[in-house]
T-cell receptor, first 114, second 118 residues
Framework: AQSVTQLDSQVPVFEEAPVELRCNYS??????LFWYVQYPNQGLQLLLKYLSGSTLVESINGFEAEFNKSQTSFHLRKPSVHISDTAEYFCAVSEAGGSYIPTFGRGTSLIVHP | GAVVSQHPSWVICKSGTSVKIECRSL??????MFWYRQFPKQSLMLMAT?????????EQGVEKDKFLINHASLTLSTLTVTSAHPEDSSFYIC??????????????FGQGTRLTVV
């Protein structure tokens, strides 16, 4: 079984500042890793994912995450945030090559202030 | 990406009545669909996994007689909350993935249904 820990329940930042949302996972097997974003009263949208290959993955809106196997982490970063990035962010893990049932972290609320 | 449509986006019902929520994959065949429940400011809790044409697999603690799941076709799964009570009020989200061993690893999510039982 896998588990995901998102250490920060809420991260307040000012607009144009850099941000890092932390995610650590636990698993006895190889994993796939995901970050999802959820805007109020909406479903989840995939932000980026790591399946294999390069450990640094990027999204089209400036977010990136790096898979660190030794530290079992998959932190999400953005060098300069916008007001529109305010949302709930969920890290998820699933067993690589398995039945794909993602296990979600509890979420981190990113609040961007002007 | 693929589109998953969930309907309705919100519903208010009286206590004791039943409510059906639909989840459709619009441009792909979803061999597996997942139903989640999300409480305010909390993560998604997996309720059940359903494969087309077979009975759903419920997570521990989820009442299968209360939350009826039907996955009758490759593009449609339904969740029926039977004899709803105020404590069933929540945000319900479905997700769907194309299937097969080693197949698509990404699940696509519906926009969610806000259920309020009064």
């Amino acid at each position: 079984a896998q588990s995901v820990t998102q250490l920060d329940s809420q991260v307040p930042v000012f607009e144009e500042a850099p941000v890092e949302l932390r995610c650590n996972y636990s698993s006895s097997v190889s994993v796939y890793l995901f970050w999802y974003v959820q805007y109020p009263n909406q479903g989840l949208q995939l932000l980026l994912k790591y399946l294999s290959g390069s450990t640094l993955v990027e999204s089209i809106n400036g977010f990136e995450a790096e898979f660190n196997k030794s530290q079992t982490s998959f932190h999400l970063r953005k060098p300069s945030v916008h007001i529109s990035d305010t949302a709930e962010y969920f890290c998820a893990v699933s067993e690589a090559g398995g039945s794909y049932i993602p296990t979600f972290g509890r979420g981190t609320s990113l609040i961007v202030h002007p | 990406g693929a589109v998953v449509s969930q309907h309705p986006s919100w519903v208010i019902c009286k206590s004791g009545t039943s409510v059906k929520i639909e989840c459709r994959s619009l441009d792909f065949q979803a061999t597996t669909m997942f139903w989640y429940r999300q409480f305010p400011k909390q993560s998604l809790m997996l309720m059940a996994t359903s494969n087309e044409g077979s009975k759903a697999t419920y997570e521990q603690g989820v009442e299968k007689d209360k939350f009826l799941i039907n996955h009758a076709s490759l593009t449609l799964s339904t969740l029926t909350v039977t004899s709803a009570h105020p404590e069933d009020s929540s945000f319900y989200i479905c997700s769907a993935r194309a299937g097969g061993t080693g197949g698509n690893t990404e699940a696509f999510f519906g926009q969610g249904t806000r259920l309020t039982v009064v």
